[in-house]
């Protein structure tokens, strides 16, 4: 019986909502962390494709308790449209559970991430415009309103009005932009507040009560390594930790009871929005994988940029994370390539670098340093032991092992939970 931390290796939309999915199946509880509706999870169960932002993944088994932790940062609106839609498919949203202490995004924050961004023009960082930043910001600032507040309505009116305040005149005066109604804003989110109320929860008792009883536990990262806050390609990054320190703060347990960290990671890499990025293919390979790869956007459909596999990403990912395994998906997409390639390092200014550099000036100019495999053309998809894959993929897989330095605990080879080879045991 294990706790164990699932977090994206990468940029992001690593798959991790399929691999969450698959392992969330021996899981007892399913913990969302950080971040908020900027995610965007697709999970794909028995032909049915689900898209998830905000709930676990672990809510399409009807018997596992979903948790969204504190570090989360919640729009009522968007959660309750997906409770709705979820259980208009006939899933059971019973077992859902929210941290009193998350804090929850405001129409303000929305407007304030796309006036930002706006008016950074060409330095925009590209945000999902869902008010995550900003929300964040206002959690740091010690302004923000938690679940807890919300469905106490005397204590809300009051915060609301006091920050409404303050916000309108931040985007009249500063931005040139509308000012938001107080009364609409208090209305619907006294609504939002009667219909998530019976699902707030002091979830780190909840959490810590199933580790002390040995039930197998599964936190669920959102975004990925180069997107956190304090290890990402910054100011590039989202504003709140991927990484799977955040595991511990974003639920309410200490270090010690976290077992495994396991790190998902396309076999290829991925990236939305701007910020540098050293292996990206702007030729016909690029494209090739964009298109096989379906390499758009669950959140905002924005086309993903599209690279090959990069080993100073990956070994950056293992010390970062202290991760145990690496989870590697869609392999199958690279499948028909006469050649593949694997990143190993940087040259920067003639010389070789083999760590990830903080200073972007640097990255920007950073030259990849690729080691060329042969590709294999066999279709893939119906393998589920590592002995069903052609020789060449077989090879590809362990040199990510070995210029990563983290051993493969699974690999994706298609979008259902049975098309994946499982190589080691995940929970004890
Ligand atoms: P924000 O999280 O909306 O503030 O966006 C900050 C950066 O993180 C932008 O580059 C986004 O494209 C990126 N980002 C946020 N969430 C995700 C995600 O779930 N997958 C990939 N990129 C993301």
Redesign the pocket.
């Known amino acids: 019986m294990s706790t164990v931390v699932l977090i ?1 290796a990468q ?3 690593e798959g991790k909502g399929k691999v969450t999915d698959f392992l969330a199946e021996k899981a007892d509880l399913v913990v969302r962390y950080q ?2 509706n ?3 999870h697709t999970v794909v169960v028995d032909d049915r494709e689900f898209k998830l932002h905000l709930i676990p993944s672990g809510i399409l088994y009807p018997e596992k308790i979903c948790i969204i932790g504190s570090g989360v940062v919640i729009d009522p609106e968007v959660l309750i449209k997906e409770l709705e839609s979820l259980q208009r498919r006939g899933i059971n949203t019973g077992n859902l559970k929210i941290s009193q202490r998350a804090h929850v995004i405001f129409p303000y924050h929305r407007l304030l ?1 796309q006036v930002e961004e706006g008016r950074k023009g060409e330095n925009k ?6 008010g ?2 900003p929300a964040y910001m206002d959690k740091s600032a010690r302004v923000g309103i938690r679940m807890v507040d919300l469905v106490d309505r005397e204590v809300f009116a009051g915060l609301l009005e006091r920050n409404m305040e303050g916000k309108n005149h931040l985007l009249t005066k500063v931005y040139d932009s509308e000012a938001l109604d107080l009364n609409s804003v208090l209305g619907a989110y006294n609504s939002y507040a009667e219909t998530l109320k019976k699902y707030l929860a002091d979830v780190s008792i909840i959490i810590n009560d199933a580790t002390k009883q040995g039930k197998n536990v599964l936190f669920e990262g ?3 390594t180069l ?1 956190d806050l304090d290890h990402g390609t910054y100011p ?5 930790h991927p990484t799977a320190g955040a595991a511990c703060l974003g639920a309410g347990i200490g270090p010690t009871r976290i077992d495994r960290v396991i790190g998902v990671a396309k076999a290829y890499t991925t ?5 540098p990025f050293p292996t990206e293919l702007s030729d016909d390979v690029g494209t090739f994988i964009q298109n096989r790869g379906g390499e758009f ?4 459909g ?1 086309p ?1 940029r599209c690279g090959w596999f990069d080993g100073v990403v990956g070994r950056y990912a293992v010390r970062i994370n202290g991760l145990d395994y690496l989870a590697i998906t869609k392999l199958d997409v690279l499948s028909g390539l006469e050649k593949v390639k694997i990143c190993t390092s940087y040259r920067y200014r003639g010389e070789l670098m083999e760590e990830f550099p903080a200073s972007l000036r640097v990255l920007k100019e950073c030259v990849p340093v690729y080691e060329e495999l042969p590709g294999w053309q066999e279709d893939i998809t119906g393998a589920r032991s590592l002995e069903d894959l052609p020789p060449a993929a077989r090879n590809y897989l362990e040199r990510i092992e070995e210029i990563s330095g983290a051993p493969i605990a699974l690999v994706g080879v298609g979008s259902r939970r049975s098309q994946t080879i499982l190589t080691a045991s995940i929970y004890d």
């Open positions: 994206g940029w992001g939309d971040g908020g900027n995610a965007g991430d960082i590209g945000t999902t415009c869902r995550i930043g959102a975004q990925g997107l590039y990054v989202t504003s709140s990236r939305v929005g701007e910020g956007g669950t959140t905002t924005r993903r």
